[in-house]
């Protein structure tokens, strides 16, 4: 990889994974930090929608009127108060969202985006928790191909 001046890395497409947990928006800020640390840099957002893979519930969530706009809706202004209102003047963020299995698409688009860093949080301790997004850091670790920033929640509490 090509070395920037002051030995820092040259990452230039920073892709920040989000669940809307509290860990996740702690991390938000070192995918700022590693933005603003490298002004040619992009960042980006992506937030991905589990697919539910219960027919009966399919069914039940698309009979409910207009589902798919109310839902874009509540994620758009989760954004906006959570990270977009959070960002430096003059940074911009490129919004993405996917349905599907998180890890797989966190690393599809990671590899179609040709990201160089992804940041992202890990949930605590308890066994429910490290089933749902620990295990999805873990699987990006182990499988992707860019340098990978995990946050654990461990680390924001010794920092309050």
Same mark, same amino acid.
């Given at each position: ?6 030995? #820092? ?7 920040f994974?989000?669940?809307?947990? =509290? ?8 995918? %700022?930090?590693?933005? &603003? /640390? /490298? ?9 991905? %929608? ?8 399919? #069914?039940?969530?698309y =009979?409910? =009127? ?31 969202? /996917? ?23 890990? &949930?605590?301790?308890? #066994?429910l ?8 850091? =873990? ?8 340098? %990978?920033? %995990? ?10």
């Amino acid at each position: 990889m090509e070395q920037c001046p002051n030995n #820092s890395t040259a990452f230039q497409k920073i892709l920040f994974c989000t669940d809307f947990s =509290e860990n996740a928006d702690f991390s938000f800020s070192f995918a %700022v930090d590693a933005a &603003q /640390r /490298r002004p040619e840099s992009e960042l980006f957002l992506l937030h991905v %929608v589990p697919e539910s893979e219960a027919q009966f519930w399919k #069914s039940y969530v698309y =009979e409910i =009127e207009d589902v798919d706009n109310k839902a874009k809706h509540d994620i758009d202004l989760k954004i906006e108060q959570t990270y977009t209102s959070r960002l430096p003047e003059g940074m911009d963020l490129t919004v993405e969202f /996917r349905i599907g299995k998180d890890w797989q698409e966190i690393l599809t688009f990671a590899k179609g985006n040709d990201i160089d860093l992804i940041v992202m949080g890990r &949930q605590g301790h308890g #066994s429910l928790q490290k089933a749902f997004f620990g295990n999805v850091a =873990e699987k990006i670790v182990r499988k992707a191909d860019c340098a %990978v920033l %995990v946050i654990p929640l461990t680390y924001q509490q010794k920092k309050k």
